[in-house]
């Protein structure tokens, strides 16, 4: 059983950055894929971007094409969300994500590809 623990989510203004951090337990974080979703309330939870297990492919939603980044570093069991040019529309509670297999797959979009999940963090932007 592999347990994620989210941090880093805060209260910025618009056009801050923050940058948040998904602890892994187990030994094989390589193996997994990961990624970032989040979520309002009232609806459903959206795919922010993935990471394969060895960080070689990355993917993420147009929305935030060229303000977010995901990246891992495998020796710290630890999946990373750096957010810059933060929006209002950005406010949502993050989640991290974990997968049994290392590559991503067309359904790396999907909350049902995925077999681990952390509790949340939240990330507010003021405008």
């Known amino acids: 059983q592999v347990q994620l623990v989210e941090s880093g989510g805060g209260l910025v203004q618009a056009g801050g950055s923050l940058r948040l951090s998904c602890a892994a337990s187990g030994r094989t974080f390589s193996t997994y894929a990961m990624a970032w979703f989040r979520q309002t309330p009232g609806k459903e939870r959206e795919f922010v971007a993935a990471?394969?297990?060895?960080?070689?492919?990355?993917y993420d939603v147009d929305s935030v094409k060229g303000r977010f980044t995901i990246s891992r570093d495998n020796a710290k069991n630890t999946v990373y969300l750096q957010m810059n040019s933060l929006k209002p529309e950005d406010t949502a509670l993050y989640y991290c994500?974990?997968?049994?297999?290392?590559?991503?797959?067309?359904?790396?979009?999907?909350?049902?590809?995925?077999?681990?999940w952390g509790q949340g963090t939240q990330v507010t932007v003021s405008s």
């Open positions: 994500a974990g997968r049994n297999v290392g590559y991503l797959t067309r359904e790396y979009v999907q909350t049902w590809s995925y077999d681990y």
């Open positions: 990471i394969s297990g060895s960080g070689g492919s990355t």
